[in-house]
C-alpha cells in the first residue's frame, strides 16, 4: 500500500461446506498483526460473513457469530481511511453496501505498532490480500473474479 486513504474491492464466489473453510479480503501487516473479512461456513446459520482480527498475536472474530449472506457471488471492500478501517458487502446484484463490524484500529498494520506492541520484529509495509483457507483438507476453491484498488 502506498496511501493512508484507499479503498479495496473483490468479487468472490465461495460457498463454505463448514467453518473450517473461509475465503475473503484482508489487510495483512504480519502473521501477529492483521485483518480478513472472509466468507465462513457456520453449522447453525449456513454461509455468513466474519471479521477476523489479529492484534499483536491475539485473534477475534467479530461478530462472534457470523452474519448470514445470500448464496451467490459478493462483492468485499475493505475502505482505509488513515488510522480507520471498515469493512463493507453487498451482493453482486445489489448496489447497497451493508458496513459489518466495527471501526477497526489500523495503526496495527504500521510499521511502527509490532514493536509498540512487544513484539521483537516489524517488516516491510502493509498488504491487501486475497485468501483461501481450507482447514479439513477437501481443498475448497474460491474464485475472485476481479480485484481493485483505488485511492481516495
Same mark, same amino acid.
Given at each position: 500500500?502506498?496511501?493512508?486513504?484507499?479503498?479495496?474491492?473483490?468479487?468472490?464466489?465461495?460457498?463454505?461446506?463448514?467453518? #473450517? $473453510?473461509?475465503?475473503? &479480503?484482508?489487510?495483512?501487516?504480519?502473521?501477529?498483526?492483521?485483518?480478513?473479512?472472509?466468507?465462513? /461456513?457456520? +453449522?447453525?446459520?449456513?454461509?455468513?460473513?466474519?471479521?477476523?482480527?489479529?492484534?499483536?498475536?491475539?485473534?477475534?472474530?467479530?461478530?462472534?457469530?457470523?452474519?448470514?449472506?445470500?448464496?451467490?457471488?459478493?462483492?468485499?471492500?475493505?475502505? #482505509? $481511511?488513515?488510522?480507520? &478501517?471498515?469493512?463493507?458487502?453487498?451482493?453482486?446484484?445489489?448496489?447497497?453496501?451493508?458496513?459489518? /463490524?466495527? +471501526?477497526?484500529?489500523?495503526?496495527?498494520?504500521?510499521?511502527?505498532?509490532?514493536?509498540?506492541?512487544?513484539?521483537?520484529?516489524?517488516?516491510?509495509?502493509?498488504?491487501?490480500?486475497?485468501?483461501?483457507?481450507?482447514?479439513?483438507?477437501?481443498?475448497?476453491?474460491?474464485?475472485?473474479?476481479?480485484?481493485?484498488?483505488?485511492?481516495?
Amino acid at each position: 500500500m502506498q496511501s493512508l486513504a484507499v479503498v479495496f474491492e473483490t468479487e468472490i464466489d465461495f460457498e463454505p461446506e463448514d467453518g #473450517l $473453510q473461509s475465503a475473503g &479480503l484482508g489487510l495483512y501487516y504480519n502473521t501477529s498483526c492483521h485483518y480478513l473479512l472472509g466468507v465462513v /461456513g457456520d +453449522e447453525i446459520e449456513g454461509r455468513g460473513l466474519q471479521i477476523v482480527a489479529c492484534d499483536a498475536q491475539k485473534t477475534c472474530r467479530l461478530p462472534i457469530h457470523p452474519q448470514p449472506v445470500p448464496s451467490g457471488p459478493l462483492i468485499l471492500r475493505a475502505e #482505509l $481511511q488513515r488510522e480507520r &478501517l471498515r469493512f463493507s458487502f453487498r451482493a453482486k446484484a445489489s448496489e447497497h453496501w451493508q458496513e459489518l /463490524g466495527p +471501526e477497526l484500529d489500523a495503526t496495527i498494520l504500521s510499521d511502527d505498532y509490532p514493536l509498540e506492541a512487544g513484539l521483537d520484529f516489524a517488516f516491510t509495509g502493509t498488504f491487501a490480500v486475497l485468501a483461501v483457507q481450507d482447514a479439513s483438507g477437501l481443498r475448497r476453491s474460491a474464485i475472485f473474479r476481479w480485484f481493485k484498488s483505488e485511492q481516495r
